[in-house]
Every structure is written in C-alpha cells, then in structure tokens.
C-alpha cells in the first residue's frame, strides 16, 4: 500500500473512533446537564425555608439534591390539602381571585389547562398522526390532540381535529392546527418514537411495524 493510502486509511480510522466515541458520550453529558439543571432548580425551592433551618446553615454546606426531597414533600403535601373538601373550596377561591385579575387570569388559565391536559390520564398527546403541511404534497408529523371540534364542525360542515405539530429540535415549542378529519393520516407509531424522530430531525427514524399475520380460517370438521 501506498503511503498516501495508509494516510487515508488511518484518518478514517481516527474519524471512527472519535465517532464512535462522541455517540457515547454525548447522551451520557446531555442527560448529566439535564438532570444537573433539574436538581439546582428544585434546590431553589429550599429558599422557601426559614433562612435559620436551611440546610446551608444547619450543617454550614450546600446539600445537592435535597431540593428535590423537599419539593416531593412540598407536592404530597399541597396533593393532600387539595383533595378534600376545604382544600377545593380554598383553590377555588383563589382561581377565581386570580381569573379576575387582567392578564394574570389568563396565563393561569392557559397553564392550568395545557398542565390538566398533559397529566391527566387522557395523554393529550395519545395519537400520532401525519398531515400535508405547509403546503399540499410535504408532509409533516404531529399529534392530535382534540378530535371533536363541535362548532368548527357545525360552522363547516365537515368534521375537524386539532394538530400540534412540533418543532424540530425542541418538541414542546411548534403550533396548532385545525385539519379535517379525512385529511388527517393515522400512525402506528408510538409518542415517545415520535418525540425521538422530532428532536433528532429525523436522524431516528422507527422501524416500522410488523404487519399481523392473517390467521388461518379454521376448516369445518368432516
């Protein structure tokens, strides 16, 4: 072998193996960061405390981590009280201060109603689907996340649904559209492999599914 060809041959392998290693390294750093990030926000919630009882007094150092213990304490606590009669009664109340302050009425009422929506156990992410958008003949991924859409149907005539088509990269930021029904195709593919897809701009495709094998008809006995 020439030597311009070992040269060639050993940067490919050079190249190989620094791939090799950024893909393992990679997820193992974003997921580090990510719950990294997770842990210093929920530590914040320890300023909710007395300075006097903090841990950083206390003990005369931070604790990483036990924000978390208290905001999970902090979460029981609040499910708790909300439950019964008198904790309803009181988060009605103070919904209704709130809807009545200008502006404040309706970033509460927006969040309280995308966060019901996500946690209930109606996923409102339950049905991926695939719609032409932005223009007949490209086709994008979204998730339908209302199927009945009373007065647009009655207005139309034709029966609608609500997509959110996600953006690339960042799935929680995109926007909302209004398809009818006949235009909207059903997928088998799941949310969290359409998530992937998303986040990865399609470098992570899923396989696709394995179609079920007809059975046999069963033959009448002689």
């Known amino acids: 072998m020439s030597p311009g060809g070992r040269r060639l041959k050993w940067r490919a392998a050079v190249r190989r193996y620094l791939v090799a290693g950024v893909l393992v390294w990679l997820p193992i750093l974003a ?15 320890l300023t909710l405390l007395p300075a006097s009882v903090q841990p950083q007094t206390l003990v005369g150092f931070a604790l990483p ?26 988060v009605f ?9 200008p502006l404040v009425g309706s970033v509460y009422g927006g969040v309280k109603s995308f966060a019901e929506s996500v946690f209930s156990q109606s996923h409102a992410f339950r049905q991926v689907v ?17 199927e009945s859409l009373p007065e647009i149907t009655d207005r139309t005539g034709t029966q609608h649904a609500c997509v959110f088509i996600s953006a690339a990269l960042n799935a929680t930021s995109g926007h909302l559209i209004v ?22 701009c399609g470098v992570v495709v899923p396989p696709a599914p394995h179609l079920k094998q007809p059975q046999p008809i069963a033959q009448p006995a002689a």
């Open 31 to 45: 997921t580090f960061e990510v719950v990294n990030f997770m842990l210093r926000l929920m530590d914040q919630t």
């Open 65 to 90: 981590g036990l924000g978390a213990l208290f905001a999970l304490v902090v979460l029981l606590f609040t499910g708790l009280l909300v439950t019964n009669l008198i904790g309803r009664r009181l």
């Open 93 to 101: 109340y103070g919904e209704e201060l709130l809807n009545r302050i």
């Open 130 to 146: 695939m719609v032409e958008y932005p223009r007949h003949g490209v086709w994008s991924i979204g998730f339908m996340t209302a």
């Open 179 to 200: 398809v009818p029904r006949s235009q909207i195709v059903e997928l088998d593919m799941t949310v969290d492999a359409a998530m992937k897809m998303i986040i990865t």
